[in-house]
């Protein structure tokens, strides 16, 4: 494919994978090392193509920044759903809070805002109501987290390099660079998120009546003591004794499913060798079925039946728990035996 359509096709999967939570950013900056740097290097070398990759994945990174402020954080911020998943009443995102009201770009700020987790940060900017501008500006360090991730990949990339004429490899000392950029990308992301965590702690301890003043979600609260009062109805209705017979059998076989999936998988070849720098045409016979060999398609039938079952227990025993809920409930012993226990002696004092 072009570079443009490839761009494109990155631009996009990118953006898919930024509105999802639990994704970081470091798979997509390691696929743009590799797969920019493959399509470009004929039209912009190989030093091009890697500035051409940290470009479109600064862009990316600011875009989606962008979309989850503003399309999430400010246009759903009336949802309590989103406002949950955030954590608005945690004191971790309090401490946030406090944090990002600030006025220009301390380094505290900048730290949440390049090392903090990417969705609810963003989302909680949104919220908060902040400026775009300035909250895009405070988050151009990143490319200090992008440029070893990105590298990485390039450097793979460049290692499977082979000379056709002479079958020598053609940048021999790519290898010896990936290893490098992969270890200065975990020092990077793991000391962003250190540094993160630091002034968070900080924050709190030191500012610690600041937080108490700052209003607790009241939707956000309710919702939270509903769902952990049907966390509580669940883990009544799912004790083993109380289980019937075929939810019983069911679970059962979700887990002998699922554990001879995982056997096959490990002791086994399940599936064909196939690296990131390889090709279906050339590795695979130009169809990629062909990973999978037929053990492999075996465990993945268990795989996926151990879901089926897992799920549908899930169904049986969510029904349970909210009819429980919606019926008697549970009883004032019952709740308080559930409880953790440091809150056992308020729930004590405490109706239903």
Request: hydrophobic share 50%; with cysteine; net charge negative.
């Amino acid at each position: 494919m072009s570079l443009a359509a490839v761009t494109g096709i990155m631009v996009g999967v990118g953006l898919i994978l930024f509105m999802l939570p639990p994704v970081p950013g470091v798979p997509i900056y390691l696929a743009l090392g590799i797969v920019v740097i493959a399509t470009g290097r004929d039209l912009l070398g190989i030093i091009g193509s890697i500035f051409y990759a940290a470009a479109v994945s600064l862009f990316l990174k600011l875009f989606a920044c962008t979309l989850q402020q503003k399309m999430i954080g400010g246009a759903l911020s009336n949802y309590v759903s989103i406002r949950k998943v955030v954590g608005i009443n945690s004191n971790l995102i309090k401490a946030m809070r406090l944090i990002l009201r600030q006025k220009g770009f301390s380094p505290d700020k900048v730290t949440i805002l390049v090392g903090g987790p990417d969705w609810p940060t963003s989302v909680l900017c949104g919220i908060m109501n902040l400026d775009l501008l300035p909250i895009l500006v405070g988050t151009l360090p990143v490319i200090f987290l992008i440029m070893p991730t990105l590298l990485t990949g390039s450097f793979t990339y460049m290692a499977s390099l082979v000379d056709k004429e002479t079958g020598a490899p053609e940048f021999p000392w790519a290898g010896v660079m990936a290893a490098v950029a992969a270890a200065a990308t975990a020092v990077v992301q793991c000391g962003s998120m250190i540094f993160a965590a630091y002034y968070l702690e900080q924050t709190a301890s030191q500012r610690a009546d600041e937080l108490d003043l700052i209003p607790v979600d009241t939707e956000v609260r309710e919702l939270e003591d509903k769902e952990e009062y049907l966390n509580r109805c669940y883990i009544r209705v799912t004790r083993w004794p109380d289980v019937p017979l075929l939810a019983k059998l069911i679970l059962q076989l979700s887990l002998i499913s699922m554990t001879a999936s995982c056997y096959l998988v490990t002791i086994s070849p399940c599936f064909a060798e196939y690296q990131l720098t390889y090709t279906i045409d050339e590795h695979l016979e130009g169809n990629w079925l062909n990973l999978v060999l037929p053990l492999g398609w075996i465990a993945i039938l268990l795989f996926t039946a151990s879901c089926v079952l897992l799920y549908i227990y899930y169904l049986w025993a969510n029904l349970k728990a909210k009819r429980l809920m919606n019926g008697a409930g549970l009883m004032e012993e019952e709740i308080v035996a559930e409880a953790p226990s440091d809150e056992r002696a308020n729930r004590l004092a405490t109706p239903v």
